[in-house]
């Protein structure tokens, strides 16, 4: 609790993380109403897309784009430490390299909590709009995937704290953890076969919230090979434990 509380004392203030948040938010907001709102053959896209159960998977798919967004934002916070030298004050003041890492391992717990609530109130929020027959078990038949997604959220922000954490300055972590998710990971998927690079970290992620109706495209095209999301969740817990491990690797061995 006190290293909790010494996080919010430093972000509850900050503007950036509200501005992020608020951006995060309104991007969601726009993109689920004005898909909506979509109208094909005089029917709007919402009573097919947005239907519980299955708008569970869709929105947290919708929600995966967004997770760079909270990766920024993880690095801006902990490259800060360096910048103010918080990092060698927390020290000094009586704190292990291994809290510091946790501090921010707390961080990425609450943002990725924060995240899902949204989601749930949007998914219902939506739900009610375009399920006619709604029952509990329509609601809440596959509300796992805002698990799945919690998992991602929180792997996704942990890349980007090890990428903040090794390089220590805020705009050259943000281009190695978006370079790295978006352009070399994928990049090395076209060398591996998908049965070895399914097993890769952004990818293993990525397993977690599947595009929805991606049965029929892989009968329409090459079926891609993806793990299954218990199976991936499990291997993402691993890979964010790792993460967590160097990080804390890099700070130790690092003179603040």
Known sequence: MNLLR????????????????????????????SSSQVTINGRELGYDMYKLPGFWQ????TASFFNLLFGILVIVLATDEYTFRTFRQQVIDGLSKAELVLAKFYVILGLGSLSTI???????????????????????????????YFVQATGYMALALFFGILIKKSGL??????????????????????????????KVFKSLTPMPGQNLLDQLTTPTELLTQPYAATLAIGYIALLLLFSYAILKIRDL
């Open 118 to 148: 949204f989601l749930l109130i949007l998914g219902l929020y939506f739900g009610l709009l375009y399920t006619s027959d709604l029952t509990p078990a329509a609601a809440f038949g596959k509300i796992d995937a805002l698990a799945y």
């Open 173 to 202: 972590s943000i281009i190695a953890f978006i370079a790295y998710a978006q352009v070399i990971e994928p990049l090395v998927h076209l060398r591996l076969p998908d049965s070895a690079d399914k097993f890769m970290p952004v």
């Open 6 to 33: 010494i996080e919010l004392h430093k972000i509850l203030p900050y503007r950036t993380v509200w501005v992020i948040l608020a951006i995060y938010a309104v991007l969601m907001l726009l993109v689920l109403y």
């Open 58 to 61: 869709t929105l947290t798919y």
